[in-house]
């Protein structure tokens, strides 16, 4: 039984650019949510996507925006990069009760 | 916005020893996490507590889901080396399967073999 995973493991952009990340649920997950770690600190919640909706939203710009696909899997894209942008990048699955089950994460570095 | 305070922010204990930390909140939760993670990893499930006054084990783990619903607690018994990382509480707020989750800022445990 996979896990969550995550694409691609490590990425280096510069301030500017566009980035996209890529999260495949847990099996029998229907619902993916997205985190921003920064070093050091607790993950923070940046959306959240069910029935190819975004049904929840933290407090990030808009630069922030991700996509559900019929398979359950999910992208976040962050447009504009900038410095403070450079974290790791967690996706969890869930399926109708609370219990997120993480992914091994996106390092983005943005130079 | 929801804060949730974590302590302590570090430990550093002699293999053998019980290990505690807890975590405390302004609101309410409905459902308590707890979540180690290691150096570049995700965060791994370790205990989930669903009721208030819940007490679980998970292995040498204990979390108890305090009755105020506003705090948790972690226990490690007979702390071994491996159990060396960041260890996350994290309180669900939303409805059904949408909602998200707050996390505090990490205990960090060390552990001298």
């Known amino acids: 039984d996979a896990g969550v995973t995550q694409s691609p493991t490590h990425l280096i952009k510069t301030r500017g650019q566009q980035v996209t990340l890529r999260c495949s649920p847990k099996s029998g997950h229907d619902t993916v949510s997205w985190y921003q770690q920064a070093l050091g600190q607790g993950p923070q919640f940046i959306f959240q996507?069910?029935?190819?909706?975004?049904?929840q939203r933290g407090n990030f710009p808009d630069r922030f925006s991700g996509h559900q696909f019929p398979n359950y899997s999910s992208e976040l894209n962050v447009n504009a990069l900038l410095l403070g942008d450079s974290a790791l990048y967690l996706c969890?699955?869930?399926?109708?009760?609370?219990?997120?089950?993480f992914g091994p994460g996106t390092r983005l570095t943005v130079l | 916005g929801q804060q949730l305070n974590q302590s302590p922010q570090s430990m550093f204990i002699q293999e053998g020893e019980d290990v505690s930390m807890n975590c405390t909140s302004s609101s309410i939760f409905n459902t308590w996490l707890w979540y180690k993670q290691d150096p570049g990893e995700g965060p791994v499930l370790l205990i989930a507590l669903y009721k208030a006054g819940e007490l679980t084990s998970n292995g040498r783990l204990t979390a108890q889901f305090g009755i105020t619903r506003k705090d948790s607690f972690l226990n490690i018994s007979a702390s071994i080396p491996s159990d060396v990382g960041i260890y996350f509480c994290a309180g669900y707020h939303g409805s059904g399967n949408t909602g998200k989750l707050i996390f505090g800022q990490g205990t960090t445990l060390q552990v001298k073999p």
């Open positions: 969890a699955s869930s399926s109708r009760w609370v219990t997120q089950y």
């Open positions: 996507y069910y029935e190819e909706e975004e049904r």
